[in-house]
T-cell receptor, first 115, second 115 residues
Framework: NAGVTQTPKFQVLKTGQSMTLQCAQD?????MSWYRQDPGMGLRLIHY???????DQGEVPNGYNVSRSTTEDFPLRLLSAAPSQTSVYFC??????????????FGDGTRLSIL | SQQGEEDPQALSIQEGENATMNCSYK?????LQWYRQNSGRGLVHLIL?????REKHSGRLRVTLDTSKKSSSLLITASRAADTASYFC???????????????FGSGTRLQVQP
């Protein structure tokens, strides 16, 4: 059972480039979310989805887009990368659709550097 | 500001000793969750305690919740070197301006268990 899989594990971009961070889960979870983690800080919620076709913004959504065409996949798009987006990005999933009502299953993260 | 804040920021103990970490939060909650993060990995869920529970156990872990003080503690008994990790508490926070709810993490306690 793979759980939550994130690709790539590492990425270096130049300012202004765009890219998509991939996230897939094989647990048939309705709820999926993206967080960023900066040094010495907790995780901040970027976007989340309560099911296919339904997404909403979290605390820090600017500069990021998401879509949810299937239950399994929840890609995160950086539209025009900026150095402030250098961070470690985590995807998480859980059963149910209520925010924070169930344990979250996390991927191992994508480490992104913007030059 | 963070909904949940852990204390202390860092803790170093010897193997076999107990480790206690605290979490304080600001607003009322339905539940509080504790996670562990090993270096370079994603977060792993440890325990979810609901607002009507005062104490919960899982193996060597004991979590308490005091809703009157808006605080929780995580106790790891008979610690092992493998317990070396960062520990985070998480609660749901509702943004006052948008009404959006987000699972919010503190900045964590870094636990070092010396063999």
């Amino acid at each position: 059972n793979a759980g939550v899989t994130q690709t790539p594990k590492f990425q270096v971009l130049k300012t202004g480039q765009s890219m998509t961070l991939q996230c897939a889960q094989d647990m048939n979870h309705e709820y999926m979310s993206w967080y960023r983690q900066d040094p010495g800080m907790g995780l901040r919620l970027i976007h989340y989805s309560v099911g296919a076709g339904i997404t909403d913004q979290g605390e820090v959504p600017n500069g990021y887009n998401v879509s949810r065409s299937t239950t399994e996949d929840f890609p995160l798009r950086l539209l025009s990368a900026a150095p402030s987006q250098t961070s470690v990005y985590f995807c998480a999933s859980s059963t149910g659709t209520g925010v924070g009502n169930q344990p979250q299953h996390f991927g191992d993260g994508t480490r992104l550097s913007i030059l | 500001s963070q909904q949940g804040e852990e204390d202390p920021q860092a803790l170093s103990i010897q193997e076999g000793e107990n480790a206690t970490m605290n979490c304080s939060y600001k607003t009322s909650i339905n539940n509080l969750q504790w996670y562990r993060q090993n270096s370079g990995r994603g977060l792993v869920h440890l325990i979810l305690i609901r607002s009507n529970e005062r104490e919960k156990h899982s193996g060597r872990l004991r979590v308490t919740l005091d809703t009157s003080k808006k605080s929780s503690s995580l106790l790891i008994t008979a610690s092992r070197a493998a317990d070396t990790a960062s520990y985070f508490c998480a609660t749901v926070r509702t943004a006052m301006d948008t009404g959006r709810r987000a699972l919010t993490f503190g900045s964590g306690t870094r636990l070092q268990v010396q063999p």
